[in-house]
């Protein structure tokens, strides 16, 4: 199971940090991701990093890139998403997820190859 935490409000360049809460895995064995939806449009692939033992490689998708900063945290069983310089357009329900394989692949396919996510938080930016 995958809990997220950490969403909120917060003003046109704030930050906030994400939490991704693993229970009943150890989260450092496999590639977690975030992906985020907006109501009424597609959901987006925004970050993902590999497992522990494949380097803990990073990915940002270009609409968060230099903004956003994923990370773990092994003895907490968790993944961050820190989120700095926000924008109205950030605004939407990130969610953590994982396909349970080493590796994140295309982020435009983490929807599509990361079959287990949590129930989502939500992130309001205001202008």
């Known amino acids: 199971q995958l809990v997220e935490s950490g969403g909120g409000l917060v003003q046109h360049g704030g930050s906030l940090r994400l939490s991704c809460v693993a229970s009943g895995f150890t989260l450092d064995e496999y590639a977690i991701g975030w992906i985020r939806q907006v109501p009424g449009k597609e959901r987006e692939g925004i970050s993902c990093i590999t497992s522990h033992y494949s380097g803990g490689t990073t990915s940002y998708a270009e609409s968060v890139k230099g903004r956003f900063t994923i990370s773990r945290d092994n003895a907490k069983n968790t993944v961050y998403l820190q989120m700095n310089s926000l924008k109205p357009e950030d605004t939407a329900v990130y969610y953590c997820?994982?396909?349970?394989?080493?590796?994140?692949?295309?982020?435009?396919?983490?929807?599509?190859?990361?079959?287990?996510w949590g129930q989502g938080t939500q992130v309001t930016v205001s202008s």
């Open positions: 997820a994982t396909g349970w394989g080493s590796r994140c692949g295309a982020l435009n396919l983490l929807e599509y190859d990361f079959g287990t």
